[in-house]
């Protein structure tokens, strides 16, 4: 993830990612969350990563879901 993060950044590759892995993407720059086919939310990272993979989680909290699918790991 971190090899990906550097080619967008070195390179001004634009990438996609899809995943349901919220520390997967608290690499990203800009997360769409879609539930039942439908757009559900967007957020954008700022300057911590950190606080980006909690806005994550909490976005994941909004929508619902199984807490077997929020992964334990923290950044």
Wanted: proline share 1%; charged share 20%; net charge negative.
């Amino acid at each position: 993830m971190e090899t990906l993060e550097k080619l967008n950044q070195t390179d001004a590759a634009t990438m996609m990612l899809v995943t349901h892995d919220p520390q997967a993407a608290s690499y990203c720059h800009r997360v769409v969350f879609i539930k039942d086919g439908v757009l559900s939310g967007e957020i954008h990272r700022g300057e911590s990563r950190q606080a980006f993979f909690q806005k994550i989680i909490e976005m994941l909290s909004f929508l619902g879901g199984n807490a077997h699918e929020l992964s334990s790991i923290r950044v």
